[in-house]
């Protein structure tokens, strides 16, 4: 659970530094406009929303089934039934977070402590699960020595 809270602290950065860019370039146009062009700030709430859902929707979806945080901290989101992860699962999967934190706050993650996989509510929900990549799974069958893991 450490790890996904870290993917999704990388996650926001990701999100929120191109709309921090954005919000700069319209305060800067509206000085130079006299004005006029703070009226682009009303622009800046549906994009962060369009940006949020294309953003998961396009990196779940993708071969590596993660977000970059995901992909960061060695994690991979599927289906429950064990396929990967499609961009509109991506996309719910954002929408339901959103909408569960916003009305749950943190008791979203305690759901995690009380299943045997480890699944928060909006996991449940949408009917993901998140699981090690591929090469973390294999790092942790890897044999153990004296000294570490073999093949590290």
């Known amino acids: 659970m450490a790890r996904r809270v870290v993917a999704f602290v990388i996650d926001l950065t990701v999100i929120v530094l191109p709309l921090i860019a954005a919000?700069?370039?319209?305060?800067?146009?509206?000085?130079?406009?006299?004005?006029?062009?703070?009226?682009?700030f009303w622009l800046l709430s549906p994009a962060s929303v369009i940006w949020e859902l294309f953003y998961y929707g396009i990196t779940l979806g993708s071969p590596a089934s993660a977000t970059l945080g995901m992909r960061t901290m060695e994690l991979e989101m599927g289906t429950w039934y064990g396929g990967p992860s499609y961009f509109v699962l991506g996309a719910?999967?954002?929408?339901?977070?959103?909408?569960?934190?916003?009305?749950?706050?943190?008791?979203?993650?305690?759901?995690?402590?009380?299943n045997a996989r480890r699944r928060l509510l909006h996991d449940i929900v949408v009917g993901a699960i998140i699981i090690n990549s591929a090469a973390r799974a294999a790092s942790l069958r890897a044999p153990v020595t004296g000294y570490g893991r073999i093949g590290l």
């Open 92 to 114: 719910v999967h954002a929408i339901v977070y959103w909408v569960s934190v916003s009305m749950l706050s943190p008791f979203i993650l305690l759901v995690g402590f009380f």
């Open 23 to 40: 919000a700069m370039f319209i305060f800067v146009f509206g000085l130079i406009t006299f004005g006029l062009g703070w009226a682009l």
